[in-house]
């Protein structure tokens, strides 16, 4: 499974991107996961979707800001990003994985495909 994510950028505070996570080489995995690592921290999850399902995950510093999509028809999974913080530049990434558990969702250890990462830049 190959992973492109896109849709990052320059933008100001308050601006509404929208990120493009598009698998190819195969169907995409039960799982899509969108994960995000900030200069000198730690990678952190974002939030994530179970394809066949559609339950959304999201961390609590994006939760009610970020909204996780699928596009069936076009093997992409998007992540709206709105009211974007100077604290929401980073490098962000799409992953992809099979049979995790929901206990194991927000571990990036969990997810064995990866995308490139796309690095979103807000300014204030």
């Known amino acids: 499974v190959q992973l492109q994510a896109s849709g990052g950028g320059l933008v100001q505070a308050g601006d509404s991107p929208r990120l493009s996570c598009a698998a190819s080489g195969r169907t995409f995995s039960t799982t899509v996961g969108w994960f995000r690592q900030a200069p000198g921290k730690e990678r952190e999850f974002v939030s994530a979707?179970?394809?066949?399902?559609?339950?959304?995950y999201y961390a609590d510093s994006v939760k009610g800001r970020f909204t996780i999509s699928r596009d069936s028809a076009k093997n992409t999974v998007h992540l709206q990003m709105n009211s974007l913080k100077p604290e929401d530049t980073a490098v962000y990434y799409c992953?992809?994985?099979?049979?995790?558990?929901?206990?194991?969702?927000?571990?990036?250890?969990?997810?064995?495909?990866w995308g490139q990462g796309t690095l979103v830049t807000v300014s204030s």
């Open positions: 979707i179970r394809w066949s399902a559609g339950n959304t």
């Open positions: 992953a992809a994985g099979s049979s995790i558990i929901l206990t194991s969702i927000s571990f990036g250890n969990a997810y064995p495909y």
